[in-house]
């Protein structure tokens, strides 16, 4: 190639690339057709005077983001790059991202479902812009004040200058008379009826083997129906929804629960399940195959780990 053609070939390559003029303009100014200026765009690239980088904004990894979704049918997947894997940072970008991606595909009227947990937790505090929409707990107390749904309900309806629905209740009851009693008190009951308008959810993933999940260590359940749960395979839960290691629903403790069902968690029109670090693979894994979750946000390596296996 001579000095003449490469002058020729950058001239049209910065006009068409950087300076954003369509062939026809460059055909126009340089005097050829512009059959010829394409020709002179693909000469450029293959002469390597060309380099195109495509970045996604912020910490997301666009092209990996793309191959969990495609890999496991996902409505939405976004896999979110941490300088390291520690628990305490990736609920940190986890939360973080979860909030933009609410406040992005949420909509006037839209009813928003949430559960407790760390990530979801951060979300919530994170979360400074977001359409008008009422809030719903989606399942009763479990863990600790700071991650309990009901804070996570209270700061998301008040960014959403919508009402709060949240459920009072633990999460699981000692037995089934107690649980029965705790539904037909009027403030849980109203709440729990407005788990059927629900339109969005976004749900924490919690993992019972290894054990990361607030469920598995709620007293109420106690060692010994834990211990039969795991030998029933149990490997994670979506508020009281417990899923095995093959994506089957297990119903064992169902009746003890003061939560969505599994039916009203399908019912809805797209449930966001926010889940990363080591201990969460498998659990992820089995949520997804429960069919339970239609999108995914989750960390980079737990991402690869996935598309691995």
């Not at 990736?90 to 406040?103: I, K, P």
């Not at 804070?151 to 919508?162: K, L, N, P, Q």
């Not at 029933?232 to 093959?246: F, H, K, P, S, Y």
Request: with cysteine; aromatic share 2%.
């Amino acid at each position: 190639m001579g000095p003449e053609e490469s002058v020729k070939l950058a001239f049209a390559a910065k006009r068409h690339y950087i300076d954003g003029r369509s062939r026809v303009e460059i055909a126009a100014e340089m005097g050829v057709s512009r059959f010829r200026v394409a020709r002179m765009l693909d000469d450029a690239r293959e002469a390597g005077m060309v380099n195109i980088t495509v970045r996604a904004p912020g910490p997301v990894d666009a092209d990996l983001s793309k191959r969990l979704q495609d890999a496991f049918g996902l409505r939405r997947a976004l896999a979110v790059a941490t300088p390291v894997e520690s628990p305490e940072l990736v609920q940190q970008y986890l939360g973080r991202v979860a909030a933009l991606l609410l406040s992005e595909i949420a909509v006037d009227g839209d009813v928003i479902g949430l559960t407790a947990g760390r990530t979801m937790s951060v979300m919530a505090r994170t979360l400074t812009n977001i359409s008008h929409c009422d809030v719903v707990q989606l399942a009763g107390v479990a863990g600790p004040i700071q991650s309990t749904a009901v804070d996570v309900i209270r700061r998301v309806s008040r960014a959403a200058e919508g009402n709060a629905f949240t459920l009072y209740a633990p999460l699981v009851a000692s037995d089934k008379a107690s649980a029965r009693a705790i539904r037909r008190q009027i403030d849980v009951q109203n709440s729990l009826e407005q788990i059927n308008r629900v339109t969005l959810a976004m749900v924490a993933i919690g993992s019972w083997a290894p054990p990361d999940s607030e469920m598995y260590h709620n007293a109420a359940i106690g060692g010994e129906r834990r211990q039969q749960l795991l030998e029933r395979g149990v490997q994670a839960e979506i508020g009281a929804t417990l899923i095995d290691t093959r994506g089957r629903v297990v119903d064992d403790i169902a009746e003890l629960c003061i939560a969505a069902s599994t039916e009203q968690l399908r019912a809805i029109g797209e449930v966001i399940g926010v889940a990363g670090g080591e201990n969460k693979t498998e659990a992820v894994r089995v949520a997804i195959a429960s069919g339970v979750i239609d999108s995914l946000v989750t960390d980079c390596e737990l991402a690869r780990r996935l598309l691995s296996a």
